[in-house]
Nanobody, 118 residues
């Protein structure tokens, strides 16, 4: 079983919303809680790019192209990261990956496809 399991991707029309989840079922709470996390995306033919990050203290940072539309959050009790994506645009179409940095290791999810059509 993978360290991180992503879900929530799909096919939506421009202007609609999606919420991505990234669960860490095998990670113990004492490892997940002090971790930092993030979401990245990779569109066809492009390099992977940072979307948003969140620290252990819940401080967040966003790429300019999603600021005001996307929100990253975490639920330590559920060992889960979230990415709420509103006002989706066709340019947001990509595979989205979550990343958790914990216990001196870097864990990646398997990726979830988000497709936005106009």
């Amino acid at each position: 079983q993978a360290q991180l399991v992503e879900s929530g991707g799909g096919l939506v029309q421009a202007g609609q919303s999606l919420r991505l989840s990234c669960k860490a079922p095998r990670m113990i709470t004492s490892t997940f809680n002090p971790s930092s996390g993030g979401w990245y995306r990779q569109a066809p033919g492009k390099q992977r790019e940072l979307v948003a990050t969140i620290t252990r203290d819940y401080k967040t940072n966003y790429a300019d192209f999603v600021r005001g539309r996307f929100t990253i959050s975490r639920d330590n009790a559920r060992k889960t990261l979230y990415l709420q994506m509103n006002s989706l645009e066709a340019e947001d179409t990509a595979v989205y990956y979550c990343d958790v940095q914990a216990a001196y290791s870097d864990y990646w999810g398997q990726g979830t496809q988000v497709t936005v059509f106009s």
